[in-house]
Nanobody, 121 residues
Framework: QVQLVESGGGLVQPGGSLRLSCAAS????????MRWYRQAPGKQRELVAR???????NYADSVKGRFTISRDNVKNTVYLQMNSLKPDDTDVYYC???????????????WGQGTQVTVSS
């Protein structure tokens, strides 16, 4: 029905940058909130950033000023630009979207497969 495909993860040195992408495909009418989460082994999944359908962003305190979330509604894609990366940013990053459709269910949240981000010298 709906699939989210992530890309852009990898290995980067402290202070470096990465840009994550997450593209939605399938049958739907529109996308509401788009979010990025991250999770390390033994820890709860953490909300990193959110952007509403109107384009208003919110960030976790730990990434504020370093990360930027954006969306392209033509490409049905959410991005996470990560600058000034720290070793503590090392995690698996997951995208999440609230998606509306004409079928059943009319609304559901979907998850990407996850992409590994490793910050190390």
């Amino acid at each position: 029905q709906v699939q989210l495909v992530e890309s852009g993860g990898g290995l980067v040195q402290p202070g470096g940058s990465l840009r994550l992408s997450c593209a939605a495909s399938g049958r739907f009418t529109n996308i509401g909130n788009m979010r990025w989460y991250r999770q390390a082994p033994g820890k709860q999944r953490e909300l990193v950033a959110r952007i509403t359908g109107g384009g208003s962003p919110n960030y976790a305190d730990s990434v504020k000023g370093r990360f930027t979330i954006s969306r392209d509604n033509v490409k049905n894609t959410v991005y996470l630009q990560m600058n000034s990366l720290k070793p503590d940013d090392t995690d698996v990053y997951y995208c999440n979207m609230g998606i509306f459709s004409l079928g059943s269910p009319v609304y559901a949240e979907y998850w990407g497969q996850g992409t590994q981000v490793t910050v190390s010298s």
